[in-house]
């Protein structure tokens, strides 16, 4: 079973899995996803519905408050001042596709020093860390603020962005710090084939993968990859609220798998394991 990017979990048996006891069961009603953690202003976060459709104003916190609560304020400043100089900068360029040039390789110098694949989204503002899903989701919310239409192209264990223009597109491979923006058509047609290609060739099911998932898909795989960073250090119960949280944003059938997984190697029965299951079942 593999995050994103690459990074392998471990495969040894674990041998020290937390035994929940019947109550435990009930730990997915408690935190079902349906709230989550949001600051309001300086005060300490609190629990805000998830139904809100304030997505503007509730994204970046929902992230920024994944795997962690410390330096919450200061990431959001940091966020802010970084897009206003990024506006700036935009005004003395006379296209969008030198603009988005130019925001590749800022956020590349500026935040993204270190390749990590097990990091949380804040880790790139405090220590440079990042994998292709958090830096990937910096440039979706810079994108974003700037209003350009692009697509989040997700793989099985990678994901890059498309971005439309009005005369062409372009490719961001958050991880190559080189040769990550991407605007010769013909170099995007050719990788766009090798990602079909070789998703085809790792799966039984001969058809594409490479479609687009939204923002709320999106904080869903940052959950999932907390679940299994959680599951490396032993943490089971962290590692199962994670994919709990998960479940509510993004129900793929790769994120019950390894929730089917976490629940394989306890000491439920299997009609518990299924009403766990049932209360996350794909809509």
């Known amino acids: 079973m593999l ?29 079902n996803a349906n709230q989550l953690l949001r600051s309001n202003g ?16 509730n994204t970046l916190d929902h992230l920024l408050l994944i795997g ?20 700036s900068r935009k005004k003395q360029l006379n296209s ?19 390749f990590r694949p097990l990091t949380d989204f804040s880790q790139i503002f405090q220590e440079g860390k990042y994998n292709c899903l958090s830096a990937t989701t910096f440039y979706a919310i810079i994108l974003d603020y700037f209003n350009f239409q692009y697509d989040l192209i997700e793989l099985p264990n990678h994901i890059f962005l498309k971005v439309v223009l ?19 058509s013909n170099e995007i047609k050719t990788r766009l084939t090798a990602y079909d290609t070789s998703t085809k060739e790792s799966l039984t099911t001969k058809v594409s993968l490479l479609e687009p998932i939204n923002f709320h898909q999106l904080i869903g795989l940052h959950y999932f990859n907390l679940a299994i960073k959680s599951l490396r250090f032993n943490n089971f119960k962290k590692s199962y609220i994670a994919i709990n949280k998960a479940l509510y944003f993004n129900k793929s059938p790769k994120l019950f798998s390894f929730l089917n997984f976490l629940l394989e190697n306890t000491k439920f029965t299997p009609f518990e394991r299924a009403l766990l299951m049932k209360n996350n079942q794909l809509s």
């Open 96 to 114: 969008d596709e030198k603009f988005l040039e130019y925001v590749f390789f800022k956020v590349h110098r500026k935040y993204l020093k270190v």
């Open 42 to 57: 300086g005060e300490k976060p609190t629990l805000i519905p998830m139904e809100s459709n304030d997505k503007k104003n």
């Open 166 to 184: 009005d005369q062409q597109s372009v490719l961001i491979e958050s991880t190559d710090p080189l040769n990550g923006f991407i605007k010769d």
């Open 3 to 31: 995050n994103f990017c690459n990074g392998q979990m471990s495969r040894p048996l674990i041998s020290r899995l937390v035994i929940f006891l019947i109550n435990t069961i009930i730990i997915s009603s408690t935190l």
């Open 68 to 87: 962690t609560e410390k330096n919450f304020d200061s990431n959001k400043v940091e966020i802010s001042n970084f897009l206003d100089q990024l506006k």
